[in-house]
Nanobody, 123 residues
Framework: QLQLVESGGGLVQPGGSLTLSCTGSGFSLGYYAVGWFRQAPGKEREGVSCISRSGNMINYVDSASGRFTISRDNAKNTVYLQIHSLKPEDTGVYYC????????????????WGKGTQVTVSS
């Protein structure tokens, strides 16, 4: 069964950096676009970034542009999200997700979700 597992979250001071990982299990993640989402306390989940299967198409939400970098290593079945210059408002649970149909582009409905990794930005 297709599973996504996030890792790399933790407690970070403002201004710090983190690299989150999303690893696929039971399937080849390289056939899927992958999106990163986050849910801040008391807020709805929002999309942060998405990367196409090959990695040649990437998009970011405006609030993530410039500080977030999404990338993938299909040989490792992993998609990464680097976050720099972390701010307290980046605090939340970060999820990765993939569409229900392999080959579907970013923007397609996400059907497979990981359980999330907590990122807390605090001094």
């Amino acid at each position: 069964q297709l599973q996504l597992v996030e890792s790399g979250g933790g407690l970070v001071q403002p201004g710090g950096s983190l690299t989150l990982s999303c690893t696929g299990s039971g399937f080849s993640l390289g056939y899927y676009a992958v999106g990163w989402f986050r849910q801040a306390p008391g807020k709805e989940r929002e999309g942060v970034s998405c990367i196409s299967r090959s990695g040649n198409m990437i998009n970011y939400v405006d609030s993530a542009s410039g500080r977030f970098t999404i990338s993938r290593d299909n040989a490792k079945n992993t998609v990464y999200l680097q976050i720099h210059s972390l701010k307290p408002e980046d605090t939340g649970v970060y999820y990765c997700a993939a569409p229900g149909q392999h080959g579907a582009p970013c923007g397609y409905a996400m059907s497979f979700w990981g359980k999330g990794t907590q990122v807390t930005v605090s001094s």
